[in-house]
């Protein structure tokens, strides 16, 4: 088990949070650049003291700032992964990963270390220079390199956001499966929710130095208890005034016009959310049917993702809907066509005062 | 009519007059007299014991400056702290000091009758007109050339670099042996080859400050300024030793900071 408690100051904001991880799972802290995520991972490996503070891993205390205790980031047994993954470039990647392990002749770090590559699939790289590597392979080396000390506990700053595009989902995959098979506690940072929601068991949404809301990433994206964590993790936030409805429902007045009615309660100043997936287009006026919001729209983007289109649409306030492809195509849409977005009540979340 | 660009003309000139006045003196040394006369001088015993000294005691001097300048330079680079600046700032005086200033301020200093001088004579050292003295006055003038390369070269390291050291278990002094001097280490030796270079040419504050005394304080810079007027030829051969000393170290320099130094690959 992995506690890292602090408080300290932070640029314009202080942090202020509390986090635990039971060794086998790992924690995903997600949120904005600047948040104060990668300090937390920071303060856990002692290499930032915080004013106050306490980091616990299973039976040792790494940090208590009340007894005076403040281990050096070479005392403390964690394995650490660095955004751009920080290898030295000086030396060969067999070295990299053995630089880490003290005991044994140099033949027994050297084999120990390709083992760990091999594990990773990248031995045939040895004897290769780090900055001969590709992306992908460079995160490879630094997670072995994590690894080679037999940490009891991961910390992972931003593991995938230096690779591009491609690499990504398949460094993903395979992160995951690396994951799995550990059994110290993993604490992760990233700045993309749907990272976060991948590889954490558990998120913890993180801004201004503080974890707002907490919970697996399918409770957070279904009920963000903020418009910030609504907005992070990719809905549409639409604020308004929210009056009680009928059978317990809420009308929502938007700011800039229209009216959408919540299965959530609300009264007054409120954000209210929804997933663009759940938002469907009509041409003209649309049938019967049983979704109760309406918005008439103007479409002002048309963009492709894979297999999904994503439609930029203005309603008063900007909002997006996610449709496929088929759908666009028989309803022949093009940016400036008029059509009305639909979605139901119960899609709609109303995420407190803004 | 198409009007003849002058400017191209222009610049091509500048370069070759200025390749011609920085490159004749040099050759000059060479082709003033034949080779065989130079070694000649080269065998007397004045440039003998001249040549020897400059070589003891950059060496010497170059020691200290690289034991003492390399982690007060890692210090500079790597931590914040006040009156960082008005250290830097302290450091690097002596490379805009008139080396004349040096000798007198090293006199003033550590001279016989200077501020710590006393101390040092009632302790039997004695640094003025002794070789100990010319290395003083060597390390005085030549370690900041060192200590300014060095904290750039340090400064330039990725900090992630030395933080992932720590996180590896290494000791802030494992991580200074093994990651940061060795990452750092084209920039060291451009900084140790300019050190060098000023140690070898330095005349001015050692003059002053050690004196000129063959055998115990001439080095060869004073050497070939006792006897420019006397034996034309013997400065000749004196200078054309540090002609060539200082272009390998200008080549040192060059391939130290890389393939790209020369315009070649350096592998």
Known sequence: ???????????????????????????????????????????????????????????????????????????????????????????????????????????????????????????????????????????????????????????????????????????????????????????????????????????????????????????????????????????????????????GSSLVDLDGGGRVTSTDRGDGRVAVSVYPWEIAVARGAPAEDSARNRLPAEVLSVTTIGGRVRLGLAAGQPLQAEVTTAAVRELGLRPGDQVTAVWKAAATRIVGGT | MIRRAWFPGLITVALAAALIFLTLPIAAVFLETSPGALVDSLGSQGAQEALWLSLKTTTLALTIIVLVGTPAAYLLATRRFRGRAAIVTLIELPLVLPPAVAGIALLAAVGPAGLLGRGLAGAGVELALATAGVVVALTFVASPFYLRQAQAAFGALDRAWLDASRTSGASEARTFLRIAVPAAAPGLLAGGALALGRALGEFGATLIFAGSFQGITQTVPLAIYDRFATDFDGALALSAVLVVVSAAILLAVKLARGPDGLGIAAR
């Open chain 1, 1 to 247: 088990m992995l506690r890292a408690e602090a408080r300290t100051r932070l640029g314009a904001f202080s942090l202020e949070l509390a986090v635990e991880v039971a060794a086998g799972r790992c924690l995903a802290l997600a949120g904005p650049s600047g948040a104060g995520k990668t300090t937390v991972l920071r303060i856990a490996a002692g290499l930032v003291r915080p004013d106050r503070g306490l980091v616990r891993c299973g039976e040792h205390a790494w940090l208590d700032t009340e007894r005076g205790i403040h281990l050096l980031p070479e005392q403390r047994w964690c394995g650490y992964v660095f955004q751009d993954y920080a290898l030295w470039p000086h030396l060969r990647v067999w070295q990299n990963v053995a630089y880490p392990m003290r005991e044994g002749s140099r033949r027994a770090r050297r084999s120990h270390a390709e083992e760990l590559l091999e594990r990773f699939g990248i031995r045939a790289l040895a004897e290769a220079r780090p900055d001969t590597l590709s992306g992908g392979e460079r995160q490879r080396v630094a997670l072995a390199r994590a690894l080679a000390r037999r940490p009891a506990a991961l910390l992972l700053d931003e593991p995938l956001s230096a690779l591009d595009a491609r690499t990504r989902a398949s460094a993903t995959r395979e992160l995951a499966s690396v994951m799995q098979d550990l059994e110290v506690p993993v604490l992760l940072v990233t700045h993309d929710f749907a990272e976060a929601a991948q590889l954490g068991d558990e998120v913890g949404i993180v801004d201004e130095g503080a974890v707002v809301q907490q919970g697996s990433a399918s409770e957070l994206a279904a009920q963000p208890r903020s418009a910030f964590v609504a907005d992070f993790t990719g809905a549409v936030v639409l604020t308004g005034t929210a009056r009680p409805g009928p059978d």
